[in-house]
């Protein structure tokens, strides 16, 4: 199996390191590839200079590869999907935006003529959340799903109680942009940073977990028609709400000082420390089960890298081995074999504890 990862940041890092680990011949593609040439994660991996935004370089890269992964910021990834199904190659990315996601999803019928598949929403969540929010809701014939999912420090320093595990960008979109839910029964919006609640787990208590956009993505139209209640809440140590309330009241995150308050949150959290990534599916129906996730960083990685980018790998490789046997562009919620799914996250220590209530 050939794969190329296009960029090198820590998701991209982690995708590598399993796709290596799970026997793959692996390119990684950054525009610059000197900070990532000294990551010992990526020992095996073959280093290329990759510009996105030049056509000829992508197009050049992807050519030959059995599956291209896009760890790239999300504004790339419909383009990167177009030039897959020009390369005949499979495709898949992390996902982030729900209106780029429906224009990879447009591809449907130009993937499926290249006989190609790419599957978009492929990390935490949107991701791994999909693929098992829908195997509980057919395994409990479930009418509502309640997803939430937090990565933390594993200890919180004020004033945020944060740490940067991800994309700032990202982050500040999940703050500001609407959240889509299914409502008694109709898909419906919500602001994000309302519908606050607490919740916790036998390690951590002390938490919060309130409407954030993006969560969802294509779940509220996948099962529309089949659940009453759908939603997806983020979670954190209890305050952070209130006080990213307050900077989006104050206008922060409006557009003319986003990218100077993303510089101080990135400049101010971007920390290295131990993580933990919370998650909790509540699927209710004929039957009510709970499955929890706790995954904690490891001496090399972080467990949002871990959660993120290895299913973001299993996946990659199921298109390729023909675990996923569609072709066209599909959510992972409607492609991903469940099953095989939970064993592969299994083999990587990531495991989902199921109980009944």
Known sequence: MKALVLGGGKM????AYDLVKSGAEVQIGDVSIEHIRSSHLLEGVEFMRVDATNAH???????????????????????????AIKCNTNFCDLGGNMAIVKNELSLHEAAKKAGV????????????TNVIASYLIKKADAREMHIRVGGLPQN?????NYALVFSV?????????KAKIIKDGKVAEVESLTGLEDISFPEFEGLEAFYTSGGTST????????????DYKTIRYKGHCEKIKFLRDMGFFDSGYRQFTEEV?????????????????????ERSIVADMVDYCSRDISAMMRTTGFPTSIIAQMIVDGSIEKRGALPPEKCVPPEKFIKELGRRNIIIKEREI
């Open 219 to 230: 779940l509220p139209e996948t099962f529309y028609g089949t659940l009453d209640e759908l």
């Open 57 to 83: 370089d992508v197009e050049q890269a992807m050519k030959k590869k059995d599956v291209v992964v896009s760890a790239l910021p999300y504004d790339f990834n419909y383009k990167m999907a177009k030039m």
């Open 265 to 285: 949150i990135e400049k101010a959290l971007n920390k290295k420390v131990d993580d933990v990534v919370l998650a909790r599916w509540v699927a209710s129906g």
């Open 12 to 15: 991209g890092r982690a995708i």
């Open 156 to 160: 919180p320093e004020p004033p945020l």
């Open 117 to 128: 598949t790419i599957v978009p929403d492929c990390g935490l969540a949107p991701g791994m």
């Open 169 to 177: 960008h990202g982050l500040v979109n999940e703050y500001i942009e």
